[in-house]
């Protein structure tokens, strides 16, 4: 038996979106993300259906190369308003970073995420609406984040060398079966 989805009605919309905010509150971003599809599917350009997707597909980060961060990325790039891509590019940066800190990822490998995270953040607060800070909000707890972990700023000790660790030259090197 073939299982076809069916359509919701553009009128239904409102009440769909309501729906996914409170299945993202509840932590069922599964749940979220399927309504969201079926809002697409009947109005394709709608934008708050679209972050929420990409928001409901970033809430499923696990830390794990099955995340799905292109397809998030992909969305938030399609978003139409240029303060939106910027901030919720933020988002999906660090939310990156925080699901592979909580798996084990060494913090310092992490820190371009961040990084890029802020960047974004940044550009966004530019170009934000007046008495909207939320890009400033993300911004600190980003530096909060990077302060909180001093692994984040692991230096690499430089290598030294000690001429007795050099091969010694012209000098044949005899094998103990005698074998060279």
């Not at 799905?68 to 978003?79: G, N, V």
């Not at 933020?90 to 913090?107: C, I, M, N, S």
Request: glycine share 4%; net charge negative; hydrophobic share 40%.
């Amino acid at each position: 038996m073939i299982h076809l989805l069916k359509p919701i009605s553009k009128v239904g919309i409102p009440e769909a979106l309501a729906k996914v905010e409170l299945y993202r509150y509840l932590n069922e971003p599964e749940e979220a993300e399927s309504i969201c599809r079926d809002i697409l599917a009947v109005d394709p350009e709608h934008q708050f259906a679209r972050r929420m997707l990409g928001l409901a597909i970033t809430d499923q980060f696990i830390g794990a190369t099955t995340d799905r961060y292109t397809e998030a990325h992909s969305i938030f790039q399609t978003l139409r308003d240029p303060y939106e891509r910027f901030y919720y590019t933020g988002l999906l940066f660090e939310r990156r970073a925080k699901a592979q800190l909580l798996v084990g990822y060494a913090a310092h490998i992490l820190l371009p995420l961040v990084q890029e995270a802020m960047r974004c953040f940044a550009e966004a607060e530019k170009i934000r609406p007046e008495g909207n800070d939320d890009s400033i909000l993300r911004w600190n707890r980003c530096v909060r984040l990077i302060e909180s972990r001093p692994d984040f700023h692991f230096e690499r000790a430089a290598a030294s060398f000690e001429t007795e660790d050099l091969p010694q030259v012209g000098r044949a090197i005899r094998r103990p079966d005698g074998y060279h």
